[in-house]
């Protein structure tokens, strides 16, 4: 089954402790990107990877990182994580930056 | 101004009317446009894309594309229950960039 996968799904940790979220798609996509999703602000977009070892910033890159070492993997990192990136965050993969996009089941990130 | 606009909502129609859901958008040159669904807690999905002016159908669902006016429709005839959810717009701008709307909230009550 052509999917895009997430995890953790949720996540509660504290200010200052360094998380991943992982993505991984099995649909051979070039393009993959990560969004949050917050009240009223739509999806906006962190980091997206045109391929492997090829990464840029999106609208609201600060205080995350990314890394693509593989073609189906895009790990989100949050190095320091502040109460500011509480939110809904999804992954994203397509053939090219324009076309339609499968997203991840999202991952619901708390930080106290 | 927003690249991608939308009515919040929001829009609250019976069941069996017709539900229009309406974005604009601010680059002239957009060629691509999607409309996405989204369930409470959940991942968006696509419904339709559509590239050229005038009216797509898929089933219940129509997607309208005025590049003069640069806006794009939704239009859902025969709305159910099970519409009711929240509605992105998304369209390619500035050639090489995918920008959502907020999104509209859509209710249909039985």
């Known amino acids: 089954e052509a999917q895009v996968t997430q995890n953790p799904r949720y996540l509660i940790t504290v200010t200052g402790k360094k998380l991943t979220v992982t993505c991984s798609q099995n649909m051979n996509h070039e393009y993959m990107s990560w969004y949050r999703q917050d009240p009223g602000l739509g999806l906006r977009q962190i980091y997206y990877s045109m391929n492997v070892e090829v990464t840029d910033k999106g609208d609201v890159p600060e205080g995350y990182k990314v890394s693509r070492k593989e073609k189906r993997n895009f790990p989100l990192i949050l190095e320091s994580p502040s109460p500011n990136q509480t939110s809904l965050y999804f992954c994203a993969s397509s053939l090219k930056r324009t076309d339609t996009q499968y997203f991840g089941p999202g991952t619901r990130l708390t930080v106290l | 101004q927003k690249e991608v606009e939308q009515n919040s909502g929001p829009l609250s129609v019976p069941e069996g009317a017709i539900a229009s859901l309406n974005c604009t958008y601010s680059d002239r040159g957009s060629q691509s446009f999607f409309w996405y669904r989204q369930y409470s807690g959940k991942s968006p999905e696509l419904i339709m894309f559509?590239?050229?002016?005038g009216d797509k159908e898929d089933g219940r669902f129509t997607a309208q594309l005025n590049k003069a006016s640069q806006y794009v429709s939704l239009l859902i005839r025969d709305s159910q229950p099970s519409d009711s959810a929240t509605y992105l717009c998304a369209v390619t701008e500035y050639g090489n960039k995918l920008v959502f709307g907020a999104g509209t909230i859509l209710r249909v009550k039985s």
């Open positions: 559509i590239y050229s002016n």
